[in-house]
Nanobody, 115 residues
Framework: QVQLVESGGGLVQAGGSLRLSCAAS??????????VGWYRQAPGKPRELVARITTHGRTSYADSLKGRFTISRDNAKNTVYLQMNSLKPEDTAIYYCNEDLYGSWGQGTQVTVSS
């Protein structure tokens, strides 16, 4: 098993930026060897995929978010990031990271974008 911890959420005005971090602990295998996805869930809506990054650094995004969000990984820091720019009120949600080796989820970090 691996424990994922998200951080970096908060309250931001529309048009602002945030960078979320997803760090792993408790596993003998580094997150560097796992594909990682960022998901989000807004109130009353299902959880949706935001972006994914493979162990080789290949990225994919939800079509509606391309150009505003960027997923990346820093293997030296054992961390996956989600850079979110030009934020909109509809981006308000709890953001979660997930890894594809054990299927673990983090506890989520709240992002609130005010208009």
């Amino acid at each position: 098993q691996v424990q994922l911890v998200e951080s970096g959420g908060g309250l931001v005005q529309a048009g602002g930026s945030l960078r979320l971090s997803c760090a792993a602990s408790g596993s003998i295998m580094s997150i560097n060897y796992m594909g990682v996805g960022w998901y989000r869930q807004a109130p009353g809506k299902p959880r949706e995929l935001v972006a994914r990054i493979t162990t080789h650094g290949r990225t994919s995004y939800a079509d509606s978010l391309k150009g505003r969000f960027t997923i990346s990984r820093d293997n030296a820091k054992n961390t996956v990031y989600l850079q979110m720019n030009s934020l909109k009120p509809e981006d308000t949600a709890i953001y979660y990271c997930n890894e594809d080796l054990y299927g673990s989820w983090g506890q989520g970090t709240q992002v609130t974008v005010s208009s």
